[in-house]
């Protein structure tokens, strides 16, 4: 018979408070498997019989970081609508009373190259398209976006929308968990500007062959969107791009 998440999760919480020592779980599978939403069972079980009474802020952000994690790392793919594109380490502390008393999440091995490229048909990070579809217009046009159809990045696949993922909800879903886990209006700004930043960067353009410069409509985004929004130098921003740094050691080295 096949093994019950919350019976595991029972099991590992219970062996926890028998044998006082740490318990790991590992949830794993093929995409589409179902390990995402396992997890997200995990959590919900153990907060809630490890919960404490009156500190259900705590609870509140072990669960809510789900969707915020699934907004920056989730994407839609051939063989699945919300398939995670990167692996994390869930670590839960108890006191010793059994009651959670903290939590933390490692995230690693990011599929970063999904940012550059989509096959056909699949999606890019569903961040992009929440912020493009759902922010207030007076924020996007502060950001300078438009609609996915105008960015390289998200335009390659012919794909915008995912069935079975409402956009529109798990936006709010990730505003609501911004705030609950304590980022401050500045901190969520910077991180709605950085991600508009990696749009915009996409549609730079280079010329030349041998010696690589930026195109006329190539430095007009770096000058009047992306330094802007990243707030550097547009010229060092530009000499960047162009001629990348190395680290050789303790220094880095300018190609």
């Known amino acids: 018979m096949a093994p019950h998440v919350f019976s595991v999760a029972d099991e ?14 590992l949830v794993t599978g093929e995409s589409g498997a179902g390990k995402t939403e ?31 994690l699934e907004a920056l790392g989730n994407a839609k793919t051939l063989k699945n609508n919300n ?59 502060r950001l300078g976006l ?7 990045y998200l335009n390659q696949s012919g794909c915008y929308v995912a069935d079975g993922v409402d956009d529109e909800r798990e936006f709010n879903d990730s505003l609501d968990a911004l705030h609950t886990l304590g980022f401050s209006e500045e901190e969520i700004d910077l991180l709605f500007r950085v991600i508009a930043s990696v749009l915009h960067l996409g549609n730079v353009t280079f010329e030349g062959s041998e010696q690589a410069r930026l195109s006329a409509t190539g430095k007009s985004i770096i000058f009047d969107l992306v330094a802007p929004l990243l707030k550097v130098d547009p010229e060092v ?14 220094q880095f080295i300018r190609k």
Request: proline share 3%.
């Open 237 to 250: 921003l530009c000499e960047s791009l162009i001629t990348p740094r190395i680290k050789a050691g303790k």
């Open 146 to 152: 438009t609609e996915p159809e105008d960015y390289t």
């Open 83 to 141: 398939s995670s594109r990167f692996g994390k380490f869930i670590k839960i502390s108890f006191d010793d009373h059994g009651f959670i008393s903290g939590a933390s999440i490692v995230v690693y091995l990011l599929e970063k190259s999904r940012v550059l490229h989509q096959l056909d048909q699949e999606r890019n990070f569903h961040i992009f398209y929440q912020m493009l579809g759902y922010l207030p217009h007076d924020k996007k046009r």
């Open 12 to 25: 590992a919480y219970r062996n926890l408070l028998r044998e006082q020592k740490s318990q790991s779980m």
């Open 38 to 68: 396992n997890t997200k069972k995990v959590i919900q079980y153990l907060a809630a019989i490890a919960g404490k009474k009156g500190d259900e802020n705590l609870e509140q952000q072990l669960l809510l970081a789900n969707p915020l």
